[in-house]
């Protein structure tokens, strides 16, 4: 393979986005990885403790994840997700032991409002209404100014959904980011919020089948290569140094920076990238037997949003965690557990083998005021582009989002 070279910095979701949407079109990609393995946050690797392979931490996607599902569909593995068949949400509330199922589709709003029995429990017709507040929030607005706070509805949904899409706590949380995966989910019909989670894990699905779509294409992987700096001449990248001094770029050759915002800023001085981040907290357990047809849980009074269950290994996630974070590991290992057995009916046993799994830096804060900060994928260099989940991609800081970034700076790398 002939022609310009595009150097994809960071084989994250977002550098592996980019890279499979340029060696489609038989565009020839060098992938540089400070890491030894690519995936990101969005991996999956074998724990000693538990005995199992495990993801890093717990992703859900919905069917109106159009960006995600396309990638899929590329690197061959669209068949690797799984979840139920209609849109439904089943949720558990921790203090009251109270059940109930919420069933998203173009009709969830009017039902909820004209018939008590496709409410949530203790929520009003009222409450329901305020969603459409979400059409028109202000940049300025956050999730609890539009939505709550003082009503059961928010409690026991709202907050639950907006905390784990945004990392952010709702009463920080901007409304405007929320408000753009409504439109694409919620407000499309009972496919687009169908949710979906990997079968086996986020490798299975996102990582290694897009490894081996990019090599059999003729990709070349660079793994623990980290990059050091930026030769900038000319208005261009002219050279990238990767600790042995600079290394020429051609005149046609391209360059994607997706690492993270920090990294970011450092190669590439007076770029503006959010500044403040939010952490996530995951407890994975091995239950005693596997646990047939369920997949999750979305829990209200609880530690933690959402619990997973493949097989016998129970996830528990906690975002907007940066207390939670601070704590020790068996602190939060007994507190979790407590609500994984309460959730599962297990009873009174004991704390099973256990991972706890802290990203103290897993998001940037989606506040009003960072998401001001978020740059596009244009820079003010020629051949450099920008990729990454905090990037001005106006979703949150999803797998969506890390995907749909790393398209968009193919697409201007293919303009150039």
Same mark, same amino acid.
């Given at each position: 393979m002939t022609g310009p070279i595009t150097h994809i910095i960071g084989a994250g979701m977002s550098g592996l986005s980019a890279a499979v949407s340029l060696i489609k079109t038989g565009h020839r990609v060098v992938v540089h990885e400070s890491a030894g393995h690519a995936g990101g946050r969005c991996r999956s690797f074998h724990d000693e403790a538990l005995g199992r392979r495990i993801d890093n931490g717990n992703h859900l996607l919905l069917g109106g994840n159009r960006a995600a599902h396309a990638y899929l569909k590329d690197i061959g593995a669209e068949a690797s997700l799984t979840g139920p068949e209609r849109a439904e949400f089943h949720f558990l509330d921790l203090k009251t032991a109270e059940r109930w199922t919420v069933t998203l589709d173009a009709g969830f709003l009017p039902k909820a409002v004209f018939s008590k029995a496709g409410r949530v429990p203790g929520s009003r017709p009222l409450d329901y209404l305020k969603a459409f507040r979400l059409a028109w929030a202000g940049g300025e607005t956050t999730v609890a100014q539009c939505l709550g706070p003082d009503n059961a509805l928010f409690r026991r949904f709202w907050e639950p959904i907006s905390v784990a899409i945004l990392n952010t706590a709702a009463q920080e949380g901007a409304a405007s980011l929320l408000s753009t995966v409504m439109r694409e989910t $919620? +407000?499309? /019909?009972?496919?687009?919020?169908? *949710?979906? !989670?990997?079968?086996?894990?986020?490798?299975?699905? =996102?990582? #290694?089948?897009?490894?081996? +779509?990019?090599? &059999?294409?003729?990709?070349?992987?660079?793994?623990?290569?980290?990059?050091?700096?930026?030769? !900038? /001449? #000319?208005?261009?990248?002219?050279?990238?140094?990767? &600790? #042995?001094?600079?290394?020429? $770029?051609?005149? %046609?050759?391209? @360059?994607?920076?997706? @690492? *993270?915002?920090?990294?970011?800023?450092?190669?590439? *001085?007076? $770029?503006?990238?959010?500044?403040? +981040?939010?952490? !996530?907290?995951?407890?994975?357990?091995?239950?005693?037997?596997? !646990?047939? %047809? =369920?997949?999750?849980? %979305?829990?209200?009074?609880?530690? %933690?949003?959402?619990?997973?269950?493949? &097989? #016998?290994?129970?996830?528990?996630?906690?975002?907007?965690?940066?207390?939670l974070a601070e704590e020790d590991n068996a602190s939060i290992a007994g507190r979790l557990w407590a609500d994984v057995a309460l959730a599962l009916g297990l009873g009174a046993v004991p704390l099973p083998p256990h991972r706890i799994v802290k990203e103290k830096r897993a998001t940037f804060a989606q506040t009003p005021e960072q998401e001001k900060r978020r740059p596009g994928a244009r820079t003010g260099l020629k051949n450099l582009f920008l990729a990454g989940d905090w990037t001005a991609t106006g979703l949150p800081a999803t797998i969506e989002g890390s995907i749909r970034s790393g398209r968009t700076a193919a697409d201007l790398v293919l303009k150039t």
């Open positions: $919620l +407000f499309r /019909g009972q496919a687009a919020c169908r *949710p979906l !989670i990997a079968k086996r894990g986020l490798s299975d699905s =996102f990582v #290694d089948p897009a490894v081996r +779509f990019l090599e &059999g294409r003729g990709a070349d992987f660079r793994l623990n290569n980290r990059l050091r700096g930026l030769n !900038i /001449g #000319d208005a261009r990248v002219a050279g990238l140094d990767f &600790g #042995d001094g600079p290394a020429a $770029l051609d005149d %046609g050759d391209t @360059v994607v920076l997706a @690492v *993270p915002p920090p990294v970011a800023a450092g190669l590439l *001085p007076g $770029l503006e990238v959010p500044g403040e +981040f939010r952490a !996530i907290v995951n407890g994975h357990f091995r239950l005693e037997r596997k !646990i047939e %047809g =369920f997949s999750f849980l %979305g829990l209200s009074g609880g530690l %933690g949003q959402w619990l997973f269950v493949r &097989g #016998d290994v129970a996830s528990v996630t906690v975002s907007a965690a940066d207390d």
